[in-house]
């Protein structure tokens, strides 16, 4: 099971750490990814890893997140610093053992998903 926390309020340029902490498996082979929801919007990619620990962001959040893993705690994290309103969004976290490649930031390829938690960037 995949358990996604530290959504929240914040305001423009402001940041905030979302973990995922797995459990019932170990994070080790997993291809772990980020996904957010906006109201009326598709499911979008946001950052992710692969199975060789490269990562991978979606264009408009390159300098401003950062993923990390830490497989000794089973936790992914993702950073998201200067946060902007249109990076408010239900964030999930994803994961899965037998992803292909060209299915990597596809939404509809993962096998296993965490519950969301809600960030709003708002004044």
């Known amino acids: 099971q995949l358990q996604a926390s530290g959504g929240g309020l914040v305001q423009p340029g402001g940041s905030l750490r979302l973990s995922c902490a797995v459990s019932g498996r170990t994070l080790s082979g997993y291809v772990m990814a980020w996904f957010r929801q906006a109201p009326g919007k598709e499911r979008e990619f946001v950052a992710g890893t692969w199975r060789n620990g490269n990562i991978y962001y979606t264009d408009s959040v390159k300098g401003r997140f950062t993923v990390s893993r830490d497989n000794a705690k089973n936790t992914v994290y993702l950073q998201m610093n200067s946060l902007k309103p249109e990076d408010a969004a239900v964030y999930y976290c994803?994961?899965?053992?037998?992803?292909?490649?060209?299915?990597?930031?596809?939404?509809?390829?993962?096998?296993?998903w965490g519950q969301g938690t809600q960030v709003t960037v708002s004044s």
């Open positions: 994803a994961a899965d053992r037998s992803l292909i490649r060209s299915s990597f930031y596809s939404s509809g390829a993962y096998a296993y």
